[in-house]
């Protein structure tokens, strides 16, 4: 069992910046790749961002690409996803995910929320107009 604990999130206006971290329980933390997904309300949990197990690899929503940056610390047990420029429609609830499969790198199996074995409890993330 793995358990995952998501924090960082808050309140902060458009174009402010906050950082999510996610802190893993399992020690075979680095074997896995990672993955941020959020859910606004009335909408369906869509990814944001994963990172391979190396951390060679890293994927984002097209949504995203260019604000949010996805890293990790394997010494740790840590994922983090850096959220720069904030929008409102970036208001949602953050949940970090830990892949089901060990060493994967395929973009499609990151990216695809069934692919998730674990999940945290999410963070929630309000950006205000």
């Known amino acids: 069992q793995v358990q995952l604990v998501e924090s960082g999130g808050g309140l902060v206006q458009a174009g402010g910046s906050l950082r999510l971290s996610c802190a893993a329980s399992?020690?075979?933390?680095?074997?896995?790749?990672m993955g941020w997904f959020r859910q606004a309300p009335g909408k369906d949990r869509e990814f944001v961002a994963a990172?391979?197990?190396?951390?060679?690899?890293?994927y984002y929503a097209d949504s995203v690409k260019g604000r949010f940056t996805i890293s990790r610390d394997n010494t740790k047990n840590t994922v983090y996803l850096q959220m720069n420029r904030l929008k409102p429609e970036d208001t949602a609830i953050y949940y970090c995910?830990?892949?089901?499969?060990?060493?994967?790198?395929?973009?499609?199996?990151?990216?695809?929320?069934?692919?998730?074995?674990?999940w945290g409890q999410g963070t929630q993330v309000t950006v205000s107009s």
């Open positions: 990172i391979t197990w190396s951390a060679t690899y890293t």
């Open positions: 995910a830990a892949h089901r499969q060990t060493y994967t790198s395929d973009t499609y199996y990151l990216t695809q929320s069934g692919e998730y074995a674990y």
């Open positions: 399992r020690r075979t933390f680095s074997s896995v790749g």
